[in-house]
């Protein structure tokens, strides 16, 4: 059969789909808006049905079902339809059964964004919020593409850059919510992601901007069926793919933009629906993306009754994200499990720097952590003056010295703990952009922490090492259940990453538009801090990050055969699989105890190797002491300028971190695109 053959058939095989497949989902979808409606209203579906021929509201039922219950319904089937459309042209155009609105960092934009209009311009934020959170998305997305480059759109590099720089505007976004609290409390229910209405405003916005779907459809699917057959085929058909797909993300960068700003955060949908359509048959190009719109409406619909009935369990509302992330990360995990294998893997090349470590390095840094630890301690933030910064120099007294050595150590033993968990799990994926985020460990533990608190009581901070440990170690079964089918394969690791951030960030949104007094306590945790450790509390971390550094140095031999490839490790005698999973077991033990004394820690893991890396430490030995010590001297100087530049306020040190370790690292990631 010939090739144009072969792409007439691909063209009209969404009219041969089978039909029951559709049927089935037209019954569900029926089924979902009768399920939904009944939950949002007491009227009987005679009298629902009244209203919607036209009868006149007279009621107080009347009018919440025609101005409550049927714009929420409306919306659901929207952005339902609309984001799971998006997600299946977006891993259509890139090949990759991870990509989604959600992991390229739309949501993180767009809630940036907003809290800034909240903070900087608030008499600005009701006529032109929803156009400041759409250009907040835009340009997110834009970074992403940027970093990640064409060549990464299949691959895991845009998944961690989307990662990157979702965790990285989440710092900044923290970081201006903890300073202007009050400013900003009316956002959270915003980003937890709601549905709930009280008039047609938002539906009437919304409809215009979605309409262009109607022209993804008919346009799409030609284009998509040619770039099946790769760049070298779709050539030879007279498609030059690189103009296509940029148009193709910009409509579905409009499209996601327009839902988020109606709606807020709901992540998953845009994920897993196209990858349950193609497990129910869904094949050519039209076929995914009519199914996958159909199936979208259905599981938001449905989700969203989820958070109906659950808002009657609880005594505050449950917004709709949240159950979407809920019901989400557990069923991305089960259709995707089969689909990654060890043979995803995404072989970057280790950054440019010096071919070996000099004996400067060796003198200079040990210098600077000094240097470091000398202005944490003598620093006197209310005695500096720009034109004698000298005399804020000063040797601390007793109750002075008594409540910063503390805080150092713990920021200290925090940089060597995620530095060597960071060193590890990237030597073992063989993959410079992984880190203790990517994998989860750090989210599992933050994930118990904060449920317990919220569902239980009490302080987190008073929670436990032991909760963080046992969420750690639940995150490690996960990765060690599916990672044995799997060879450990980074699209696994980065799977789960992916679902339990997602989770926390659902359950903390949830917390923080109750507007109860924990609200901020969670908030300033999760962003790092080294507040409320005590002086007992401080020692015990330093001599387990010292117990477990020196067993991370035992592994250096493994870490050496392992980054040269399985097959030379195993024939040096090295058992693998044996040692991938003590070297596991050891990043989680890093991760959770980072986690269970001063809340997670974002991109020190990340960046401190890479620093490392740069300043001459190829070898496995020279990085496992030059890393722990860049993550000293990240931390350290973090937790320092978190107190010291805006005093009398204070800034977590992880959030400080975040922020100058994020920023760093997506400058070098952009300047290796466009160099």
């Not at 009581?457 to 046992?470: C, D, Q, R, T, W």
């Given at each position: 059969m010939t090739v144009a053959a072969t792409l007439d058939r691909a063209e009209s095989g969404w009219l041969r789909a089978p039909l029951t497949r559709y049927l089935l989902a037209g019954v569900a979808l029926l089924a979902a808006l009768l399920i939904h409606l009944s939950l949002n209203s007491t009227l009987s579906l005679a009298d629902q049905w009244s209203l919607l021929w036209g009868r006149t509201p007279e009621t107080f039922e009347d009018f919440q079902f025609v101005y409550a219950a049927l714009p929420r319904v409306v919306l659901a089937v929207l952005v339902g339809a609309v984001m799971a459309m998006v997600g299946s042209l977006l891993q259509q155009v890139t090949q990759n059964l991870l990509l989604s609105p959600m992991t390229l960092g739309a949501s993180s934009g767009a809630w940036l964004a907003l809290v800034c209009v909240n903070v900087w311009a608030p008499e600005l934020m009701a006529s032109w919020g929803a156009w400041f959170a759409m250009a907040g998305a835009l340009l997110s997305v834009i970074l992403v593409?940027?970093?990640?480059?064409?060549?990464?759109?299949?691959?895991?590099?845009?998944?961690?850059?989307?990662?990157?720089?979702?965790?990285?505007?989440?710092?900044?976004?923290?970081?201006?919510?903890?300073?202007?609290?009050?400013?900003?409390?009316?956002?959270?229910?915003?980003?937890?992601?709601?549905?709930?209405?009280?008039?047609?405003?938002?539906?009437?916005?919304?409809?215009?901007?979605?309409?262009?779907?109607?022209?993804?459809?008919?346009?799409?699917?030609?284009?998509?069926?040619?770039?099946?057959?790769?760049?070298?085929?779709?050539?030879?058909?007279?498609?030059?793919?690189?103009?296509?797909?940029?148009?193709?993300?910009?409509?579905?960068?409009?499209?996601?933009?327009?839902?988020?700003?109606?709606?807020?955060?709901?992540?998953?949908?845009?994920?897993?629906?196209?990858?349950?359509?193609?497990?129910?048959?869904?094949?050519?190009?039209?076929?995914?993306?009519?199914?996958?719109?159909?199936?979208?409406?259905?599981?938001?619909?449905?989700?969203?009754?989820?958070?109906?009935?659950?808002?009657?369990?609880?005594?505050?509302?449950?917004?709709?994200?949240?159950?979407?992330?809920?019901?989400?990360?557990?069923?991305?995990?089960?259709?995707?499990?089969?689909?990654?294998?060890?043979?995803?893997?995404?072989?970057?090349?280790?950054?440019?720097?010096?071919?070996?470590?000099?004996?400067?390095?060796?003198?200079?840094?040990?210098?600077?952590?000094?240097?470091?630890?000398?202005?944490?301690?003598?620093?006197?933030?209310?005695?500096?003056?720009?034109?004698?910064?000298?005399?804020?120099?000063?040797?601390?007294?007793?109750?002075?010295?008594?409540?910063?050595?503390?805080?150092?150590?713990?920021?200290?033993?925090?940089?060597?703990?995620?530095?060597?968990?960071?060193?590890?799990?990237?030597r073992l994926i063989r993959n410079p952009l992984a880190s203790p985020d990517i994998l989860g460990?750090?989210?599992?533990?933050?994930?118990?922490?904060?449920?317990?608190?919220?569902?239980?009581?009490?302080?987190?901070?008073?929670?436990?090492?032991?909760?963080?440990?046992?969420?750690?170690?639940?995150?490690?079964?996960i990765l060690l259940l599916l990672g044995r089918r799997t060879h450990y394969a980074p699209g696994i690791m980065i799977l789960v990453g992916i679902s339990l951030g997602a989770l926390i960030e659902a359950v903390v949104h949830f917390v923080l538009a109750k507007g109860s007094d924990q609200a901020y306590t969670i908030l300033g945790w999760l962003s790092g801090s080294t507040y409320r450790v005590s002086d007992a509390k401080a020692l015990w971390f330093a001599g387990g990050t010292a117990v477990l550094f020196l067993l991370a140095l035992s592994t250096a031999r493994w870490l050496t055969l392992i980054s040269a490839g399985d097959h030379i490790a195993m024939a040096r005698g090295l058992d693998t699989g044996r040692a991938r999973l003590v070297l596991l077991i050891l990043a989680c033990a890093l991760c959770a105890l980072v986690t269970a004394v001063m809340g997670p820690v974002a991109f020190v893991g990340l960046l401190a190797p890479h620093v490392a890396t740069l300043m001459?430490?190829?070898?496995?030995?020279?990085?496992?002491?030059?890393?722990?010590?860049a993550g000293m001297v990240l931390m350290i100087f973090s937790d320092w300028l978190g107190w010291a530049i805006l005093y009398p306020k204070q800034m977590p040190a992880g959030t400080i971190a975040a922020i100058l370790g994020g920023s760093y690292f997506i400058f070098l990631l952009t300047r290796r695109r466009l160099g």
């Open positions: 593409l940027m970093i990640a480059g064409r060549s990464g759109l299949s691959g895991l590099p845009v998944i961690l850059a989307g990662m990157a720089t979702h965790i990285l505007m989440g710092a900044i976004a923290t970081t201006l919510v903890l300073l202007n609290q009050y400013a900003t409390e009316t956002l959270f229910i915003w980003g937890a992601g709601d549905l709930t209405q009280t008039d047609w405003t938002w539906v009437t916005w919304l409809l215009p901007k979605l309409s262009i779907a109607l022209l993804v459809l008919l346009v799409a699917p030609r284009p998509l069926t040619l770039l099946r057959l790769g760049d070298a085929g779709a050539g030879a058909r007279g498609l030059s793919t690189g103009p296509i797909i940029a148009v193709l993300l910009l409509l579905s960068l409009w499209l996601v933009a327009s839902a988020i700003t109606a709606v807020g955060v709901i992540s998953f949908i845009g994920l897993i629906t196209p990858n349950i359509a193609r497990a129910a048959g869904a094949r050519t190009a039209r076929d995914e993306l009519c199914f996958s719109l159909m199936l979208g409406a259905v599981l938001l619909l449905l989700t969203d009754c989820v958070a109906v009935e659950a808002s009657t369990w609880f005594s505050d509302l449950v917004p709709s994200g949240t159950a979407a992330a809920l019901v989400g990360a557990p069923a991305l995990i089960w259709f995707a499990r089969r689909k990654l294998s060890s043979r995803d893997q995404t072989s970057l090349q280790l950054p440019e720097g010096a071919a070996r470590v000099g004996r400067r390095v060796w003198v200079l840094v040990p210098a600077v952590l000094g240097a470091l630890v000398l202005l944490t301690l003598c620093f006197k933030p209310d005695g500096f003056a720009w034109s004698a910064p000298w005399t804020a120099l000063k040797w601390p007294t007793d109750l002075v010295l008594s409540l910063r050595w503390p805080r150092l150590v713990t920021a200290a033993c925090a940089g060597v703990g995620m530095a060597v968990a960071g060193l590890i799990l990237q460990m750090s989210a599992g533990a933050t994930l118990t922490l904060v449920l317990y608190t919220v569902f239980i009581g009490g302080s987190i901070h008073e929670a436990g090492p032991v909760l963080a440990f046992a969420g750690s170690a639940g995150v490690l079964a001459g430490a190829r070898k496995v030995w020279p990085q496992l002491w030059l890393a722990p010590l």
